[in-house]
């Protein structure tokens, strides 16, 4: 008799088995009609139903995961593929779809995981290239864009970042011909445009630097006050005295009383022994503060460059007496034969 109960007990396990297959066939059926009909919520409601009547269904995860995605409810979408991954360690789908997700959430180690996992990313190398370059791991990202800038000479992205490597390792000079290469291969990027030339900038290429932030601005880059100021200053030293003077001066206007600007304007101008342009932002900054140390004792200065020492002495003294810090200035000067 217990023989007779427990086979009537296993039959109505299996009958009851089949049947929750059953219906999990019949609503994955039905969340993939509803997806080719663009009914994604629809869809995903049927795809939870085959779930519910068989946990173990790889297939409607994946499903479910991709409608999710379509509706842009990506938690929803990264738990669907991680369960799909779950049961299925060597699905495709699940793989690729992971790795999208996690780099777009810039989760950059779990992206590079799963990226060294997949057999059908084209872009494996990439991600896992630009994942590294994210965590600053500039040794392991420069190998890896080095050999994809070799293998793809027209990859525009790979030579930016690898560019954008050397600079974060402190090696501009490697890292100028790798804007160039991208800058060759998409010209119209004003960001890239303009990081060149603060590059060119700071290893005082004055004429390229001008170059590239003109080209920056060409292609739409926002001319703020400091985008202005650098290349004002840029045109300076390249002996454009005009265009350099009028952009810093429209600065001026925006900012009055910004004394560190003006300093920096006359140093500029005294640096190229343009001494009487010099002589103005000093007057400037005086008039502004008449116990401006720094400015006097900058004035002073030039007029003894420009032959009359007794009344540029006189000055730097009178400096010296309201800002005693430049004492050491004068000696300096001293020592080295003013």
Known sequence: MKNVFTLA????????????????????????????????????????????????????????????????????????????FELDNSNEVAIKELVELYYSYRQFQNAINFAQKCKTCSDADRIIAQSYYELEDYGKAEKLLLNLVAKDPADAVSAYTLARTYLEMGQEGKSIPFYVKALQLDNTNSKWHFELGLIYYNTDNYKNAVASFNKAAEHGIIRTNDFNENLGFAYLYTGDYENGENLLKEIIARKPGDKELLRDIGQAFYDRKMYDKCLAYCQMLMEMDMKDGKALY?????????????????????????????????????????
């Open 9 to 84: 007990l296993i039959l109505v396990s299996g009958t009851a088995f089949a049947h929750s297959l059953d219906s999990s066939f019949y609503f994955f059926e039905k969340g993939i009609e509803e997806k080719t009909a663009r009914r994604y919520l629809v869809a995903s409601n049927h795809f939870e139903n085959a779930i519910h009547h068989n946990p173990s269904y790889t297939a409607a995860y994946i499903e479910n995961g991709l409608v999710n995605k379509e509706m842009r409810r990506t938690d929803a979408a990264k738990q669907n593929f991680l369960k799909a």
């Open 298 to 338: 900058q004035a002073g200065l030039c007029f003894q460059k420009k032959g009359e020492k007794e009344k540029g002495q006189m000055m730097c003294d009178k400096a010296i007496e309201l800002d005693p810090s430049l004492a050491g200035k004068r000696h300096k000067k001293e020592i080295m034969g003013l």
